[in-house]
């Protein structure tokens, strides 16, 4: 899920969260895993029955119970907490003994592991790990990401981002469509739902004060749908006001997103946010979108080297320059000089097309329905299919 990828990308150290009633959650348990260096963990002192309901999916990365298998109630809590959460959390019991019949009936139950007192802090540590990382590898039909963000205003961010949707959208050679939804973070002057003239029903205040609340249910309610079929969502705009919140209410939605679609199309602001580099840590793909101007290829090289400087080798930003027009005979900027500028970080350029970009805009339909042969499109296909290796081609 698109949390735990945040997590693992090495941003942050993994949560883990110990429940337990008894003492040696602080003297043993706790001191195990953060010997181990990658966790930071929690420790809440009380019985699984009693914690469990005050527990989320996305407080931890992995849950570590220690519960009396004695006890029905602590055995039922458990088969609850997997329930609930859809077994998006592995938890790992750690019980003082238990026969063939209780291994037997925790695995049914989907626990992810179990460990038996006295603790070896290396096996813990490991047990952890490999369940987090079965429970990463496992995720059924998790999506891809596609970030696009904005060098400068109005250089076509949303344009590029909205056509991008459609494209992976038809990408299985139209026998089915792909899951596709096109997320916009610009809270505040974001445009998506006017370009694609359907009504913005995210709303933010129901979910900012307790981003908890926001399961599948809610999740679906707040999603548009475009004729096409492609799934949007959006807020309705506050161009006067600056929202700031917190990153958990953005990491929570895209990881809902995440489960239920194929691929995950994400419209982001200029302005740096709390939650800007959770989102790019998570994307697979960051393109950064500029304009063919030499204050367009600087603001672009810098934000390259800006983010690759916050982030490090977690995300590798790729710059897109819209509105390309070849100048062979002119005196303007020429493709090798927008390779200089760039070099390596250059994902490529997107034809300079007015009219057939603003017809696509002015009825909310894909640039494909203006113009199947858009040269628009051909660059922005060429683009996708040259993504990351092993990723399915866009080749509408
Ligand atoms: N490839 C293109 N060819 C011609 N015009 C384009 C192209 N891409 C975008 N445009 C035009 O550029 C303008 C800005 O596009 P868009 O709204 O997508 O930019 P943006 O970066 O999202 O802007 P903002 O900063 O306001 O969010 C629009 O008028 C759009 O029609
Ligand atoms: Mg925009």
New binding site residues.
């Given amino acids: 899920m698109f949390f735990s990828r945040v997590q693992s990308a090495g941003q942050s150290a993994l949560k883990a969260l110990v429940v337990s009633p008894e003492a040696d959650a602080e003297t043993t348990l706790k001191p195990a895993l953060t010997a181990a260096g990658r966790f930071a963990v929690t420790v809440v002192r009380d019985s699984f029955e009693r914690a469990e309901p005050r527990i989320a999916a996305d407080t931890a990365a992995v849950i570590i119970a220690c519960v009396d298998t004695q006890a029905r109630g602590e055995l039922v809590a458990l088969q609850r907490f997997i329930n609930r959460t859809g077994g998006r959390v592995p938890v790992i019991v750690v019980t003082d003994g238990f026969d063939e019949a209780l291994a037997r009936w925790l695995l049914q139950i989907r626990v992810a592991d179990f460990v038996k007192r006295p603790i070896d802090p290396v096996e813990l540590a490991r047990t952890c790990i490999k369940a987090i990382e079965a429970q990463a590898s496992g995720e059924p039909g998790e999506a891809e990401f596609f970030a696009f963000l ?1 060098a400068a ?8 981002a909205i056509q991008t949707a459609f494209l992976l959208m038809r990408a299985n050679g139209r026998k089915a469509l792909a899951r596709t939804c096109l997320i916009d973070l ?1 809270f505040q ?1 974001g ?1 998506c739902a006017d ?1 694609l003239d359907v009504e913005p029903r995210l709303i933010l205040d129901e979910i900012v004060p307790n981003p908890d609340r926001l399961d599948d249910l809610l999740l679906d309610m707040m999603l548009s749908e475009h004729p096409s079929g492609l799934k949007v969502l959006a807020a309705p705009n506050r161009p006067a006001e600056m929202r700031t919140f917190d990153p958990a209410v953005v990491t929570r939605l895209l990881d809902l997103a995440s489960r239920r679609f194929d691929n995950v199309v994400i ?1 982001m602001p ?1 302005t740096w946010f709390p939650w800007t580099d959770d989102v790019l840590v998570g994307a697979d793909r960051v393109y950064i ?1 500029t304009e063919m101007t030499v204050p367009g290829l600087r603001l672009a090289r810098r934000l390259t080297a800006a983010i690759t400087e916050r982030l490090g080798e977690a995300v590798k930003p790729a710059a897109i320059v ?2 390309f027009e070849s100048s062979l005979f002119g005196t303007g900027l020429r493709q090798s000089d927008i390779e200089a500028a760039l070099g390596s970080a250059l994902a490529g350029c ?5 009219r ?3 017809e696509a ?1 002015d009825r909310g339909v894909p640039l494909e329905e203006i113009k199947a042969s858009s040269n ?1 499109l051909a660059d922005l296909r060429k683009i996708l299919t040259a993504r990351a290796p092993g990723a399915a081609a866009a080749n509408g």
């Fill in positions: 904005p205003g109005g250089v076509g961010v949303t344009t590029l610009d002057n445009a370009h419209d200029r979108v819209n509105r997107v034809a300079n097309n007015y057939q970009v603003r805009i628009v």
